[in-house]
């Protein structure tokens, strides 16, 4: 019997992008890196310890904008050629580097690698969060979800009908993809304020999480600190982050990704080859983008000069981090438990793009992690939240203080001087929204469906992505472009609406161009 668990978190979310109107979108790239470096890696690490018997347990947030993706038929089609395309391209490299045997044994690994993505996408018939499902039903991967667009919640003014909007259209949108309601789900950036928690409850939404702060601030102070969930006063769980585990592995530079046998994630032959050579495998219009193929090691993070990546040595590492990972975790399970009169759990929430786009070699660390739990030890059991909600239903009751995962801890990351100018526009276009749905309750026809988009074109502006973005300073003229176009697109439907002068044709352009959320119903604004 174990003395205390350990409960991996990966939070799966990208910004929805889809842009039928073009025949090859760069950002639609953002979607097909993940696929290939993170998702169906991942997808094949859980089929890797189902085959071989191995009792893991990890919990995955789909956000409703990666799950809508995900079964895009266009999207899909896209991600298939792209893939098609890589392949070609790493063919192309094993002729290449022929007479270098360092770099063509990197060419084959990426071929071979890329091949099996291939047959792991067409085994699941192109349907990756179905494969994911499941795995669910085996009881090994808990699927839960995320605020609709990832809207993040202590900057929405408040607005709590746009609020609960935005967390029951992502618990109806995740019935409608996985066959049951999410048993929990991840606020954007951990993003919470007092209140949320009667949201959740309503949506039947069983736990969420908070940043490590959230629940050390809580009131009253949690006797157990962050090392067992609290109930907020409507019965909703709120477990907390762990930061020494956390820190071991997101940080770059203190933790395992920097170090320097891993792969350089900013070495990419789309950018090192010449481009004549190079063009037909990156954007049409020449602009260089990550292919994939990297060849280099981190080797130092203060010099230009890098070594030749050697996998070999890059799994080793892993291993050898996998197993101080473990190590880490049954020092502190050991002492905690002296002190509390319950397991501990330790909560470890990742990006899930962290393992395999980030750092290539973290899928294979999750699977030693899982091996070694199993084989190696028996200080520490993996678990689901709800499982551990199983097995102790009796919880200290606090309400969780306002707290975000994101830079210094609250809300300065998605607002700062590079992107307050949008929310004086979210706010008053969420305000329009209630509006529309409380004037027009019987609405059917062209009408309903112009009140059914114009939610959706609330949803995508309010999505935290952008923010984010022109925060980071990477792709902002897009963040920008996207945050206007749907404010622009909202204002000019809500002019129709009341003018009663909805252009059918106009209409269904922007029905096609952004599809999300097809079942959506107006009617969720009116209360």
């Not at 202590?154 to 609020?163: E, F, I, K, V």
């Not at 600190?225 to 940080?251: H, L, M, N, Y």
Request: hydrophobic share 40%; glycine share 6%; with cysteine.
């Amino acid at each position: 019997m174990a003395r205390g668990y350990l409960a991996i978190v990966l939070h799966a979310h990208l910004p929805f992008v889809r842009h039928p109107e073009h025949e090859d979108f760069l950002e639609e790239r953002w979607l097909f890196e993940a696929l290939t470096e993170t998702y169906i890696p991942l997808l094949q690490v859980y089929q890797n310890l189902l085959r071989d018997g191995v009792d893991f347990r990890i919990t995955m947030s789909f956000s409703p904008p990666l799950t809508a993706m995900l079964r895009d038929p266009l999207l899909m089609q896209r991600y298939a050629k792209y893939l098609d395309r890589t392949i070609e391209l790493a063919n192309l490299e094993m002729g290449r580097t022929r007479n270098e045997q360092t770099f063509n044994r990197l060419a084959c690994m990426y071929h071979d690698r890329l091949s099996s993505i291939r047959d792991t996408y067409r085994n699941c018939q192109g349907n990756v969060s179905a494969a994911f499902a499941a795995i669910e039903r085996m009881g090994m991967l808990e699927i839960i979800t995320c605020t609709a667009t990832h809207q993040f919640f202590p900057l929405a003014d408040r607005n709590w009908t746009t609020m609960r909007a935005q967390v029951q259209i992502a618990a109806d949108h995740h019935e409608h993809h996985f066959g049951k309601r999410a048993p929990g789900m991840w606020l954007a950036e951990c993003g919470y304020v007092s209140g949320i928690e009667e949201l959740l409850r309503e949506a039947g939404i069983r736990y969420f999480f908070v940043d490590t702060h959230g629940l050390l601030f809580a009131e009253p102070r949690p006797l157990y600190g962050i090392f067992s969930p609290t109930f907020c006063p409507t019965g909703v769980a709120a477990f907390a982050r762990d930061p020494e585990s956390s820190k071991q592995v997101w940080s770059a530079q203190e933790g395992y990704p920097g170090d320097p046998v891993y792969r350089e994630f900013y070495r990419d032959i789309g950018f090192d080859l010449p481009l004549s050579y190079i063009r037909p495998y990156i954007h049409p219009d020449g602009i260089r983008v990550q292919t994939g193929l990297k060849y280099y090691r981190i080797t130092s993070r203060n010099s230009e000069y890098k070594e030749p990546y050697d996998p070999g040595l890059a799994e080793s590492k892993a291993a050898e981090h996998a197993a101080n990972f473990l190590f880490n975790r049954e020092r502190q399970i050991e002492y905690l438990c002296e002190r509390m009169d319950r397991k501990p759990i330790i909560v470890a929430p990742y990006d899930a793009e962290l393992f395999g786009h980030w750092w290539y070699e973290g899928p294979h660390f999750l699977e030693l992690l899982f091996r070694k739990m199993q084989y190696d030890q028996a200080t520490v059991s993996p678990i689901l939240p709800s499982e551990y909600l199983n097995e102790y239903p009796t919880n200290q009751v606090a309400r969780p203080a306002t707290s975000s995962w994101g830079y210094k801890g609250y809300g300065e990351v998605w607002l700062d001087q590079s992107n307050h100018w949008i929310y004086p526009h979210l706010h008053k276009i969420a305000e329009r929204m209630i509006k529309l749905a409380q004037q027009y309750p019987h609405a059917d026809g062209l009408l309903r469906r112009a009140l059914n988009q114009a939610v959706r074109e609330l949803l995508l502006a309010q999505a935290s992505d952008w923010a984010f973005i022109m925060k980071t300073g990477t792709s902002v003229e897009y963040a920008s472009k996207r945050t206007e176009t749907h404010i622009n697109c909202f204002n000019d439907l809500y002019e129709a609406i009341t003018k009663g002068a909805i252009n059918e044709d106009w209409l269904k352009e922007i029905e096609e161009r952004d599809n999300i959320f097809p079942f959506v119903d107006y009617h969720v604004y009116a209360t």
